[in-house]
């Protein structure tokens, strides 16, 4: 059980919720937006996280529309992993979700809790860091939109939307997951890679403290008259952090699976043709 009493508010438009959101941090109180409920519970549970007051965003239209806004695809933040799966709209996010959690669980998960997760993994995020998707964040000062690269969800705002191109969601694309035991465990190595027409786009997960997209290892992934394993040993090098080094598999390891990961997930994304 959740060691504490918490009041629950389900706003029914993002001006409502922002407002009221303020307003209980005027009194004094501690609200959080609310949608899955699944980190709260966990993160409750140990002490980890504490709140008084909720705000259930799943009444807001705006963060469950799923659907074409022109060549734009529009994903609402309150929308679970299921139904962005099972809608089949942007296959590799559908194919990422797929494998980040157990079916059960992802029918609460939202796109939102994954995105903006206190959890590192946020796989999520992948296949909108190699789209060039934007997201919109709601705030006391009006509506943001920010590229999914640059996302920060400030105390007080809410992640409403993501935008993705059209064309984006259809690219060529392979997913590879690696975990210490179960499928759905949290990652050792996630990676993501789509072919945009010019060239591999690549992000990962669970490599480094966050996950990102690296245009520096893309750069050199995509040198021609390179061997693929010289390409990758030298992409590995340009990293954008330290690996992670946990209780899950040492940062030797890490780059070990990486390393195989990577010459699997490009064998796949172009038939075979590399060597």
Known sequence: MIPFDFEYYRPHSIQEAVEKFHALRAEGRQPIYFSGGTEIITFGRIGHLVTDAVLDIKSIP????????GD???????????????????????????HTADHTTRNKITLGGNLCAAIPYREAVLPFLLGDSYAVVAGWQGNRVVPMHDLQVEPGELLVQVWTERQATRWQSVTIKKTKQEEVDYPLVRLALVHDGQGV????????EAPFRSWEMEAVLNQSGVSLEARISEAIRHLPGPVVNDYLGSADYRVFVLHNTLREALMKLEGGQYR
């Open 62 to 69: 705006e963060c469950n529309a799923l659907g074409w806004s």
């Open 201 to 208: 786009r690549a992000a990962f997960s669970g490599v480094c």
């Open 72 to 98: 734009q695809l529009v994903l609402g933040a309150a929308l679970t992993l299921n139904r962005v799966t099972e809608s089949g709209v942007f296959p590799l996010l559908g194919e990422v979700l797929r």
